[in-house]
């Protein structure tokens, strides 16, 4: 089944309230997982980062990156509350830590897994705690290539089983291992993504997916920032297998993903369209389905005289046809009646058999 992650992300605009409204409206369109972002920005953005084009347009353009993401940030006492109103809803809570403090944050509130932001994928010291967790971890992949995914997975590998002495030359080893291999097919899930916000269409280049379970042997998903619902509901008919999507109570909030976001009707058309999908999939056998049982009589053909045929006389291609319903010999047998004698006399339209 599709794991469908409502990204609530920091569209909360630091308001607790606000944080459970999300997490009503992400249970509510049948969500499995409502996510945040967990940070101490003091440690992990510098007072002189810029911000980008996007958070620009929708936000003070004065203040630096540093001052538009410290207004966001939640504490741990905050976030054990979210988790535990995530409970009382009947969804997951999920969140992405963006420094090493935060890993354990998430970690004691009892996450399932971790995800990993596109953002992280170089960062070693991150990747080596999240793996260290023994937790399984979800990985954005954007603004990266097949090499720095492949780097990413020798660390996480390392971590996972246990290593000690971190090094590149240690993160290639134990990727290389048979014992890595398997044990990152066990914990990781890839996920494709580009990070632009919105991401226009031309740039979404959703085959990635199948580019990375080809290259990797991992399962892939998908995180999505185009405006709309059409493109997860295309990465599920793809096969991802977890989807996440940004949300927010109203696109027109301050803030600096609210515009890139859906609004709640729009995040339940994309679960139920996701669902559809996923269902549509069905199973890869191809064998006649019971709903379509019924139709083999009505559009299939029989063998028939197409005029009439006496007893002793041959088949040929002039007095055999072929005509609906499809209740008596299939056509083809055709060529097994040619040159054969009639054991019967034949009216025009009847059945041969």
């Known amino acids: 089944m599709i794991y469908i992650i409502a990204e609530a992300g920091v569209n909360h605009n630091g308001s607790f309230e606000l944080a ?4 009503d409206v992400a249970a509510e369109a049948g969500a499995d997982a409502v996510k945040f972002q967990t940070f101490n920005t003091d440690i992990t953005i510098s007072r002189k980062a810029v911000k ?28 054990k509350k979210l988790a535990d109103y995530c409970k009382e809803k009947g969804i997951t809570f999920l969140s992405t830590p963006f ?19 596109s953002g992280e994928v170089m960062n070693g010291p991150l990747i080596l705690k999240a793996a260290r967790t023994g937790l399984p971890v979800v990985l954005s992949t954007g603004i990266s290539t097949l090499a720095d995914v492949e780097q990413a997975l020798g660390i996480f590998a390392y971590g996972y089983l246990g290593g000690k002495n971190p090094s590149v030359a240690a993160f290639k080893e134990a990727y290389s291992s048979p014992e890595g291999q398997k044990i990152l097919k066990e914990k990781l899930t890839l996920l494709h993504c580009t990070t632009e916000y919105p991401c226009p269409l031309e740039d979404v280049n959703l085959s990635v997916m199948q580019t990375m379970h080809h290259a990797f042997g991992l399962q892939v998903g998908y995180s999505d920032h185009t405006a709309g619902i059409t493109v997860p509901i295309a990465a599920a008919a793809l096969g991802a297998t977890v989807i996440e999507k940004h949300f927010t109570l109203d696109k027109n909030m301050p803030g600096p993903d609210h515009t890139a976001s859906i609004e709640p009707h729009e995040l339940k058309a994309m679960v139920r369209g996701i669902r559809d999908a996923e269902k549509a999939l069905g199973n890869p056998i191809k064998v006649i ?13 029989s063998l028939v005289a197409s005029k009439p045929i006496k007893k002793g006389e041959i088949f040929t291609e002039e007095n ?6 499809g209740s008596g010999t299939m056509p083809i047998y055709y ?16 059945m041969i058999g």
């Open 20 to 23: 459970k409204k999300l997490i």
């Open 52 to 79: 980008a084009n996007y958070q620009i347009s929708t936000t003070d353009a004065e203040e630096t990156q540093y001052d538009m993401v410290k207004k966001l940030e939640f504490s741990a006492e905050t976030f």
């Open 99 to 117: 420094d090493l403090p935060s890993v354990d944050v998430l970690k004691n509130l009892g996450v399932p897994m971790l995800k990993i932001s």
């Open 289 to 301: 389905t019971p709903s379509e049982q019924k139709n083999i009589v009505i559009a299939r053909k």
């Open 320 to 325: 055999l046809g072929f005509m609906r319903p």
């Open 335 to 350: 060529w097994e009646y040619l040159g054969k004698t009639a054991a019967k006399d034949y009216e025009v339209e009847e």
